[in-house]
């Protein structure tokens, strides 16, 4: 089996290093404590570890890890791996203090290592290419379907206790590669299904649209950390369950998960169709305006597809134009001669959406604050003014996305808009628009990377 290892050392102060890799092995790992530095054994995943557009790590284990290590001042050293296999071996061998990795709690990891920490509940799913395979539950699946999962998963197990009947299916396992190639090679190529967390399967059927959720296998599961060393597993699993790590889970809970809605067939096929088809015509436009504003061309590229679908010519009925719809008002104050124009929308679209980010006090964290922006160029500034009124009325954080797309539909009720400045606003369209782009922006920025 060929193992490939990227290894990273993080500072929290925002530096990045290459130190050479390998483990203490039998020796053991000095604790954290003394050396200052918790080294962390990953999957390269989204939702584990990634490295983002702007070439900086972020996922939702790299950024619990990075809180819990913060609250403590150590610097972070990243192990990461393809699969989840090849990250309990190295956490078996001493080569980390923790596995971070969306680990799915199971008795038999339970009796080679000790809990660190629980922080989310997913269901494993068995999936398929969509229209190849039908069934109720387990005794329904044909006897001839071929599962492949990766070697070292949960999901071996999993199929192992469920596949018992004289006429269950098979499975096999796969050293090779980690669950997101597998769910790639099911939706492009079939000829087998495989099995993945909830969570991961909602990722990337926004990517692959040709993914479909046959059954939900069992009952559902914790995912959370392990450490071979026990008093490592009781530290980190105090912290996660404390206040502190509890605000740093509902954190990435919210930045990673929560905004992911209902899986649309239709629509992310016609998103999938137009980054091949439209995307490529407007790309440079994007990352022009990206160049001169600062925000991120798939940011910019995603809102545009949420305003027109990459339409240069659309138009709604209040009377908004072009690929970036912008009234006709906002055009001339911003020097748009013609909306229709994509290079001339783009741009004027781009410079609008950084302005209504720069007035935001600078104090607000990304990426809330790029939300608030959203929502600024949705519903407008005057009402999203307002709402962060109401938030501070109502003891909520105006700075906070989180308790701002709970606050802003109340601007339809009239105890609250009636004591507002600007009154009555559609407050649930900018939460359900900001929704909309952040899921959009995921699909996209995998489609700029090529």
């Given at each position: 089996m060929q193992r490939r290892i990227f290894c990273l050392a993080v500072s929290l102060a925002g530096t990045v290093g290459l130190p050479a890799c390998g483990g203490t092995g039998e020796a053991g790992l000095a604790p954290p404590s003394e050396t200052g530095t918790l080294r962390v054994v990953t999957r390269n995943a989204p939702t584990a570890y990634v490295m983002n557009a702007a070439g900086s790590p972020s996922g939702p284990e790299h950024d619990l890890v990075a809180a819990f290590a913060g609250e403590r001042g150590w610097d972070v050293t990243w192990q990461v791996e393809i699969s989840t296999g090849d990250v309990l071996t190295a956490l078996e061998q001493g080569d980390a203090h923790i596995a971070a990795a969306g680990l799915t709690h199971t008795a038999s990891r339970d009796a080679r290592f000790h809990g660190a920490g629980i922080y989310h509940r997913i269901t494993e799913q068995l999936v398929c290419q969509?229209?190849?395979?039908?069934?109720?539950?387990?005794?329904?699946?044909?006897?001839?379907?071929?599962?492949?999962?990766?070697?070292?998963?949960?999901?071996?197990?999993?199929?192992?206790?469920?596949?018992?009947?004289?006429?269950?299916?098979?499975?096999?396992?796969?050293?090779?590669?980690?669950?997101?190639?597998?769910?790639?090679?099911?939706?492009?190529?079939?000829?087998?299904?495989?099995?993945?967390?909830?969570?991961?399967?909602?990722?990337?059927?926004?990517?692959?649209?040709?993914?479909?959720?046959?059954?939900?296998?069992?009952?559902?599961?914790?995912?959370?950390?392990?450490?071979?060393?026990?008093?490592?597993?009781?530290?980190?699993?105090?912290?996660?369950?404390?206040?502190?790590?509890?605000?740093?889970?509902?954190?990435?809970?919210?930045?990673?998960?929560?905004?992911?809605?209902?899986?649309?067939?239709?629509?992310?096929?016609?998103?999938?169709?137009?980054?091949?088809?439209?995307?490529?015509?407007?790309?440079?436009?994007?990352?022009?305006?990206?160049?001169?504003?600062?925000?991120?061309?798939?940011?910019?590229?995603?809102?545009?597809?949420?305003?027109?679908?990459?339409?240069?010519?659309?138009?709604?009925?209040?009377?908004?134009?072009?690929?970036?719809?912008?009234?006709?008002?906002?055009?001339?104050?911003?020097?748009?001669?013609?909306?229709?124009?994509?290079?001339?929308?783009?741009?004027?679209?781009?410079?609008?959406?950084?302005?209504?980010?720069?007035?935001?006090?600078?104090?607000?964290?990304?990426?809330?604050?790029?939300?608030?922006?959203?929502?600024?160029?949705?519903?407008?500034?005057?009402?999203?003014?307002?709402?962060?009124?109401?938030?501070?009325?109502?003891?909520?954080?105006?700075d906070s996305w989180a308790h701002m797309r709970e606050v802003l539909p109340l601007l339809t009720e009239p105890r609250y808009y009636k004591q507002l400045k600007y009154g009555y606003a559609r407050g649930h369209e900018p939460v359900h628009y900001v929704q909309r782009i952040r899921n959009y922006r995921d699909v996209i920025a995998s489609g700029l990377e090529r």
């Amino acid at each position: 089996m060929q193992r490939r290892i990227f290894c990273l050392a993080v500072s929290l102060a925002g530096t990045v290093g290459l130190p050479a890799c390998g483990g203490t092995g039998e020796a053991g790992l000095a604790p954290p404590s003394e050396t200052g530095t918790l080294r962390v054994v990953t999957r390269n995943a989204p939702t584990a570890y990634v490295m983002n557009a702007a070439g900086s790590p972020s996922g939702p284990e790299h950024d619990l890890v990075a809180a819990f290590a913060g609250e403590r001042g150590w610097d972070v050293t990243w192990q990461v791996e393809i699969s989840t296999g090849d990250v309990l071996t190295a956490l078996e061998q001493g080569d980390a203090h923790i596995a971070a990795a969306g680990l799915t709690h199971t008795a038999s990891r339970d009796a080679r290592f000790h809990g660190a920490g629980i922080y989310h509940r997913i269901t494993e799913q068995l999936v398929c290419q969509r229209g190849s395979v039908r069934a109720d539950a387990v005794d329904d699946l044909p006897a001839d379907l071929r599962i492949v999962v990766g070697e070292g998963t949960a999901y071996a197990e999993s199929l192992e206790a469920l596949l018992t009947g004289d006429d269950a299916p098979a499975f096999e396992t796969d050293d090779s590669r980690g669950t997101e190639r597998l769910l790639q090679r099911v939706a492009e190529d079939g000829g087998f299904c495989t099995v993945a967390d909830s969570t991961i399967v909602a990722m990337n059927r926004r990517v692959f649209p040709a993914l479909d959720v046959v059954l939900d296998l069992g009952v559902p599961r914790q995912l959370g950390w392990y450490s071979a060393d026990e008093g490592m597993a009781a530290e980190a699993a105090a912290w996660m369950a404390g206040e502190t790590g509890a605000r740093a889970v509902a954190t990435i809970d919210e930045r990673y998960y929560q905004y992911i809605p209902e899986f649309d067939f239709v629509d992310m096929r016609a998103l999938k169709r137009r980054i091949d088809s439209r995307l490529p015509d407007y790309r440079r436009y994007f990352e022009k305006a990206a160049a001169n504003t600062g925000l991120a061309p798939d940011l910019l590229a995603a809102l545009s597809y949420q305003e027109s679908h990459w339409d240069p010519e659309a138009r709604s009925p209040t009377g908004v134009r072009g690929i970036m719809m912008l009234t006709r008002r906002t055009a001339k104050a911003l020097g748009v001669e013609d909306r229709l124009d994509p290079a001339q929308a783009i741009d004027g679209g781009a410079r609008y959406l950084a302005d209504q980010r720069e007035r935001l006090p600078e104090a607000i964290p990304e990426p809330d604050r790029s939300y608030l922006a959203l929502a600024a160029y949705n519903v407008g500034r005057a009402h999203l003014l307002d709402a962060r009124k109401l938030a501070r009325d109502l003891g909520r954080d105006p700075d906070s996305w989180a308790h701002m797309r709970e606050v802003l539909p109340l601007l339809t009720e009239p105890r609250y808009y009636k004591q507002l400045k600007y009154g009555y606003a559609r407050g649930h369209e900018p939460v359900h628009y900001v929704q909309r782009i952040r899921n959009y922006r995921d699909v996209i920025a995998s489609g700029l990377e090529r």
